[in-house]
């Protein structure tokens, strides 16, 4: 009897899963691998960011996604490397599952230009944690500014400024500014939440820059409206517990700001990369023999 033709894919984001129920009726054994057991809908992250859904709402458990589709079975493990030569998935618990054919659907992580440091002081929206971080620095800056007794200190605690002026700053942006337009207005007695600055700041000449300029401009005159202060064209050359050092044509200037959120480039996650390095590797090894 022939042996079931094995397929991995690796990831259970939009691309792995949408992959894994194409394959519903092949004639193979699919095996989906993912560090968590859900499926992750990324772009209502930045809801859970600003509290207005819980993580449940945008999370789905991939075993009861695929529960009905009985040639696959979903697998929680981290893969660590991928050895094309020997065709087999690595786990970072030191198991390996062989495949005959592979997917790697491993998505992005934020990428901080070289300057992880950064991460620490400026967390990035890309998972349920990092989400649920910035809603606690959000509601703990108010919190904070609302306690501290010398008005001089609330500045800093009352201004929110998200680095990268992409799709997912500005919808960050502009539901910071509703929080503290709208939501908390009425809710303090020291501080006036309507009063918060939120920057959204970009080294691009404009926001979203990939997007057409009509929509851009839009974009702009709307966050405009929410109270959101838009800085283009400046580079961000530090980021600290205090807040940004930046530069623009003025020359060095720092702004000082108790909560940064990095909305500012990302990459592949290493799978994807060691994976290509791999297959590269592979290949000219196979093509050398
Ligand atoms: C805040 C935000 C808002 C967005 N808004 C929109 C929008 O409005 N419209 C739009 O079209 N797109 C939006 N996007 C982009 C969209 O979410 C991504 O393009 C999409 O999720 C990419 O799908 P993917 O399957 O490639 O990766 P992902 O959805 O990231 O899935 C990758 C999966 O791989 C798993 N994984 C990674 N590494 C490993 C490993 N080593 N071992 C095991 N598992 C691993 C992860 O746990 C994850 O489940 C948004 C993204 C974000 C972050």
């Known amino acids: 009897m022939n042996r079931q033709s094995k397929m991995i894919i690796v990831g259970g984001g939009f691309g792995g899963l949408c992959a894994a129920q194409a394959l519903k009726s ?5 095996t989906l691998i993912d560090r968590r057991n859900y499926h992750l809908f990324q772009p209502l992250l930045y809801q859970i960011a600003t509290g207005s859904l819980s993580p449940g709402e945008i999370a789905a458990p991939l075993r009861s996604v695929l529960s009905r589709q009985e040639n696959t079975r979903v697998l929680m493990g981290e893969v660590q490397d991928i050895d094309p030569v020997s065709k087999r998935v690595l786990l970072a618990d030191g198991a390996s599952l062989e495949y005959d054919s592979l997917i790697v659907a491993a998505g992005s992580q934020s990428f901080y230009y070289g300057h992880e440091s950064w991460r620490e002081w400026a967390p990035s929206l890309k998972s349920v944690e990092e989400a649920t971080t910035i809603r606690h620095k959000i509601l703990y800056a108010f919190e904070a500014a609302e306690r501290i007794s010398d008005p001089a200190k609330r500045p800093a605690w009352l201004t929110f400024v998200i680095v990268g002026a992409g799709p997912t700053g ?4 502009g539901a910071i500014a509703e929080i503290a337009r709208q ?3 009425h809710d303090f007695r020291s501080i006036h939440p309507e009063e918060a600055q939120i920057i959204l700041m970009d080294g691009a000449p404009r926001v979203l820059p990939p997007f057409p300029e009509d929509l851009a401009e839009k974009a702009a005159r709307s966050l405009g409206k929410l109270g959101v202060q838009v800085k283009t064209g400046l580079m961000v050359k530090d980021i600290d517990k205090e807040g940004l050092t930046i530069q623009n044509h003025d020359g060095i200037n720092r702004l000082e700001a108790r909560t ?3 909305a500012g480039g990302v ?3 290493g799978v994807g990369k060691d994976s290509r390095e791999a297959y590269e ?3 000219r090894q196979n093509r050398s023999n």
Do not use: M, R, S, Y
Request: hydrophobic residues 55%.
């Open 260 to 262: 940064v959120i990095w």
């Open 170 to 173: 500005v919808e960050l942006a």
């Open 281 to 283: 590797c592979g290949d």
């Open 183 to 185: 939501t908390l207005k």
């Open 267 to 269: 990459t592949v996650f």
């Open 26 to 30: 092949a004639p193979v054994e699919v």
